[in-house]
């Protein structure tokens, strides 16, 4: 039988179908105009990928991606080292971020609590939150879990946590719509959450 996709092209086709979302028809597309690029442009991109693994790393206070450590959010001038912002992934930072309405630092979990996937606390960065409240000038922390079943459960269980802590603990505003993840939620509706937090 006749092979009529090169193994190449159907190796690359194989690879980007491990993108969230990427199905045989959608990663056939973009392999398909990735070969229509000039060498070069196709070169650059595998480069940059091989950079992600090369460059960045985790800062080691916050947990986040980044080139350096800390990263430069955590040592940036001007940020509010009082104000400590928990989300689940380094893409919600990202998304906080664009909002320009924090000014505080932040604390990534990497990842949700999730019992029937092995996932409890002493596989997020749990622990090392505890030991900032305890060792920096924290005075807020504020939850900015999504609001689905998981990262509900998770900002129950930090609650708890923090109870016994010298730390006023707030959530942020139910303007992120249940089941949403926060990194997809827009803008406006981060900033308007961020803004109008309750105290759990």
């Known amino acids: 039988m006749i092979q009529a996709i090169p193994p190449a092209l159907e190796r690359l086709i194989k690879n980007l179908m491990r993108f969230p979302g990427v199905g045989e028809k959608s990663a056939t597309r973009m392999a398909l105009q990735i070969l229509r690029w000039p060498p070069a442009v196709a070169r650059e991109l595998g480069a940059s990928i091989l950079e ?20 430069q959010i955590c040592t940036a001038q001007g940020r509010n080292q ?5 989300v689940e992934e380094p893409g919600d930072v990202v998304a906080i971020e664009k ?3 924090f000014s505080g630092i932040y604390h990534v979990l990497q ?7 092995g996932i409890g606390p002493d596989e997020l960065r749990i622990r ?42 707030t959530r942020i505003a139910c303007g992120i719509p249940m089941g949403t993840d926060l ?18």
Do not use: W
């Open 82 to 86: 009082e104000v400590i912002c928990v």
């Open 128 to 169: 090392e939150l505890i030991k900032r409240t305890e060792k920096e000038p924290v005075k807020e922390i504020i939850i900015a879990t999504s609001s689905t079943v998981a990262g509900e459960a998770t900002a129950s269980y930090l609650t708890d946590m923090l109870k016994n802590h010298d730390v006023k603990v």
């Open 99 to 101: 909002t320009g309405s």
């Open 52 to 71: 992600l693994h090369e460059k960045i790393g985790i800062c080691s206070r916050c947990f986040t991606f980044s080139q350096e450590d800390p990263c």
């Open 111 to 117: 990842g949700v609590l999730a019992p029937r996937e």
């Open 183 to 200: 990194k997809y939620a827009d803008q406006m509706t981060l900033k308007k959450a961020l803004e109008f937090r309750t105290s759990i």
